[in-house]
């Protein structure tokens, strides 16, 4: 069946720092692959999406490439900020659902 | 447009009681979604419909679970004889067609039964 594998936390930053978050996927066929994000006290959020191979999905200052060979969708940013602490969610759709993987929380320390 | 609604936020309740929880989706969306969520894990989907057909039901929604979407509108999540593995957060998720463009998530409903 389709599932995602996605780096275990949590990950704590300095602010300004690069950010990694490793997610890989196992499914039939070409799903889309998406990141949302769930801020402190509030609801799941779409960060960014891809909907086919080498598509790049992006929004505030995230970026995720959808990687075929790799069966990988790997969320990074270039300079974090604290506002970014959350928990952020790899997940793919093939069908009607989506399939999540398991969180990473993400903290950044001024 | 306010998004995805789900009421109530929270609901305590002691085993063997029966809940109902409610989802407003994003009102021009034909397709509305329930999630389970439990610590330190990520949702985990029990049902869908598109409009007020129930197309799709997970094998984690038991015969104490039924979910209705009457007039393609509001769906309710009922949960007879509550136990406490049912504590979790519930969550609702509204889309335009498939998922292929991503789902808008409700705030959820964190349930604990006692």
């Known amino acids: 069946g389709n599932s995602v594998t996605q780096m275990e936390g949590p990950v704590t930053l300095s602010e300004e720092a690069f950010l990694t978050i490793n997610c890989t996927y196992t499914a039939t066929g070409y799903p889309s692959l998406f990141w949302y994000v769930q801020y402190p006290g509030e609801g799941l959020q779409l960060l960014l999406k891809a909907t086919k191979a080498d598509d790049k999905g992006s929004n505030k200052g995230f970026e995720a490439t959808y990687r075929k060979e790799t069966t990988s969708f790997h969320l990074e940013k270039g300079s974090v900020q604290v506002s970014d602490s959350a928990v952020y969610f790899c997940?793919?759709?093939?069908?009607?659902?989506?399939?999540f993987g398991t969180g990473t929380r993400l903290t950044i320390i001024p | 447009d306010t998004g995805v609604s789900q009421d109530p936020r929270h609901k305590i309740t002691k085993r063997g009681q029966n809940v109902t929880f409610r989802c407003d989706p994003i009102s021009e969306h034909n397709r509305l979604y329930w999630y389970r969520q439990t610590l330190g894990q990520g949702p985990e989907f029990l049902t869908y419909f598109q409009n007020e057909a129930q197309l799709e039901k997970s094998r984690l929604l038991s015969d104490r679970f039924s979910a209705e979407r009457p007039k393609g509108s509001f769906s309710t999540l009922e949960i007879q004889r509550t136990e406490q593995g049912d504590s979790a957060m519930y969550l609702c998720?509204?889309?335009?067609?498939?998922?292929?463009?991503?789902?808008?998530f409700g705030p959820g409903t964190r349930l604990t039964v006692l």
């Open positions: 998720a509204s889309s335009f067609t498939s998922t292929g463009q991503g789902e808008f």
């Open positions: 997940a793919l759709s093939w069908g009607e659902k989506l399939t």
